[in-house]
């Protein structure tokens, strides 16, 4: 059975399922919907049109849906969208797309700690774990499984891959590629993810696979080219691989106009 708090306010559009729980002094607003078994915790703000899915716990302080930081919006219709089975921890703060009809989307089985950020138009996949304060500008696709530390800043159009670990503090301003850990200012590839690969289930095979492919591409003299060439040649190729390797050559022809053709650091 839906529980609200007398304190709370919930707009009459707004779609609530069963044992949905909503805390003091939140507010629902118009055309939100929230999925069966969803907690939302004291002083809650839920903004127009944000759609959360099934059994999310929502801490206090949260504002999620709130407009886009953006001089384009012209509070135009969008969406935030979050899946199901997340933790949203205190004072998150998470904005609806820019753009008519266009979402910021959230996967299922995020951890989102203390006042993380997320901007509108953002992809975030499912199992991510954002550590506190970590901030996302805008247009960022952040992929499965990806763990980002304490305070790093993800610059807006950017990604970062599937499996990928950020360290804290970190500023990132290039796509992060999938598997690897990457840490500084700027952040810069300092290996292979691997305790994070086999907490995934990803076999040694292809954990050692993606260390020699890590070896050529980040710490060798051959530019990207001659390195994706020559893992094609001489490594055993996993799936984990070829997706790196699609990965690598997107950012090489010129994704959002940032090559990687120069040779790797030592």
């Excluded at 503090?169 to 990457?182: E, G």
Aim: charged share 20%.
């Amino acid at each position: 059975m839906t529980t609200i708090h007398p304190t709370a306010v919930v707009h009459p559009t707004a779609e609530l399922d069963d044992d949905v729980a909503v805390g003091p002094y939140s507010i629902i607003g118009a055309h939100v919907q929230i999925g069966a078994g969803t907690t939302i915790g004291a002083h809650v703000i839920i903004e127009e049109n944000t759609h959360i899915g099934r059994n999310n716990i929502i801490y206090h302080g949260a504002v999620l849906g709130a407009p886009p930081q953006d001089r384009k919006f012209k509070y135009e219709r969008s969406y935030l969208k979050i899946g199901d089975n997340n933790w949203i921890r205190e004072y998150v703060t998470i904005h609806r797309a820019s753009g008519a009809e266009q979402e910021t989307r959230i996967g299922s089985n995020g951890f989102l700690m203390a006042y993380v950020h997320i901007g509108h138009n953002c992809t975030v996949g499912d199992g991510v774990v954002m550590a506190n304060s970590v901030g996302v500008s805008g247009h960022c696709e952040i992929g499965d499984g990806a763990n980002l530390g304490g305070m790093a800043g993800i610059h807006q159009f950017t990604r970062i891959g599937k499996l990928a670990m950020v360290g804290g503090m970190s500023r990132v301003v290039r796509d992060v590629p999938p598997f690897m850990i990457v840490e500084g200012s700027p952040a810069e590839v300092r290996g292979v993810n691997i305790v994070g690969l086999r907490r995934a289930g990803v076999p040694e095979h292809s954990r050692d696979a993606l260390r020699k492919a890590c070896r050529y591409m980040f710490f060798s003299e051959m530019n990207m080219a001659q390195a994706i060439e020559r893992i094609r040649a001489e490594v055993e190729m996993t799936a984990e691989l070829e997706h790196l390797l699609e990965f690598m050559e997107q950012i090489r022809h010129g994704r959002n106009g940032r090559a990687l053709d120069q040779p790797a650091r030592k």
